[in-house]
């Protein structure tokens, strides 16, 4: 049953052109950034967005920053409105500190919470809240963020999880035409692989991508506490759902065992597919319910049940997650399994 990748490489052999990145000890960007919010704002435009559908021009009274350090522009000019899919355009205040960040065409503020840019649909609503469903909201609490790097993921072996490691091994074989582009790691967590990402340095852009607040406050911790640079590496809280980015502007998305944590994983998928370029690539690893096949009929007719109460969409099986691939435009489909683990790759049709 199980499939085998072409030719493995080691993360080591893979990272070998790429210098690692030192210990760049540089201010986390979005600490700076959330100075002086009351300070008359001076506003700049981010370029470099290629998306089909963002047409909008920049509002008239902006005016091009040349201080804005490289690094910070090429984040941002990957992040687009969550609403209208349109570039975003920071505010600094009179120190050079980018605060928030506004859609140049709906207008929309996206806060700067710190730790991350809040680019959720929600954000900003002082009425309205909305509860995801269950497993959404169990990663939000601040103890199984905090847990999730301590005990709780390295379970996942019981469940064929090969670890860290090979897991990186194997998305890193599977990512390798988008090696150079931007991944996104979607549903980050904790940033374990974000970390991994940034520390081969065999991307220019790393956005770490999560909906908890509280995972991605740890994961910037563990930034803090392993020294790591933030100068390519962005974090944002978003839904996997409506993802922050333009069309065809993304290069490969990592989503490592999140799709069972998904509220829709059609939606998401469909999302992911928007947001790669041609060629580009989905890796994702999760946990399949086909183990034992005659069970398969039976698991069909309780999911939708088991999904409605716990938001929980386990029991998808590899021939599933094929097929919704190419229902969403990703082809290409490939994967290894062992036991209930599965990591797969699809790559956006041309
Ligand atoms: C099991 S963790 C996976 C973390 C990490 N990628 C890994 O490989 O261990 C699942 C993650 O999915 C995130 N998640 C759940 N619902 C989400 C949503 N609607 N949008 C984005 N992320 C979501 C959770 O917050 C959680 O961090």
Known sequence: MAATLGTAITPAEAAAPFAPRGNNRRPRHLVAASRSQAAPARRFVLRACA?????ADAPDETV???????????????????????PLVGASDQSGDTSSLECSSCKKVYPNKQDYWDLTVAVGSTEYSESMPAITELFRTPLVSFLYERGWRQNFKWGGFPGLEREFETAIAYLKPTIGGTIVDASCGSGLFSRLFVKSGLYSLVVALDFSENMLKQCNEYLRQESISDERLALVRADISRLPFMNGSIDAVYAGAAIHCWPSPACAVAEISRVLRPGGVLVAS????????????????????????????????????????????????????????????????N
Request: aromatic share 10%.
């Open 64 to 86: 091009t920053e040349p201080s804005v350090e490289p690094a910070l522009e090429t984040k941002l000019s990957k992040l687009a409105c969550p609403i209208c899919y349109c």
């Open 286 to 349: 999760t946990f399949v319910a086909d183990v034992i096949p005659p069970a398969i009929p039976l698991l069909r007719i309780g999911r939708p049940y088991v999904s409605q109460i716990t938001g929980y969409n386990t029991f998808l099986s590899e021939v599933e997650f094929e097929d919704l691939c190419k229902a969403c435009g990703l082809v290409d489909f490939k994967f290894v399994r062992n036991g209930s683990y599965i990591m797969f790759s699809a790559t956006k049709a």
């Open 51 to 55: 998306s089909p559908i963002a047409t």
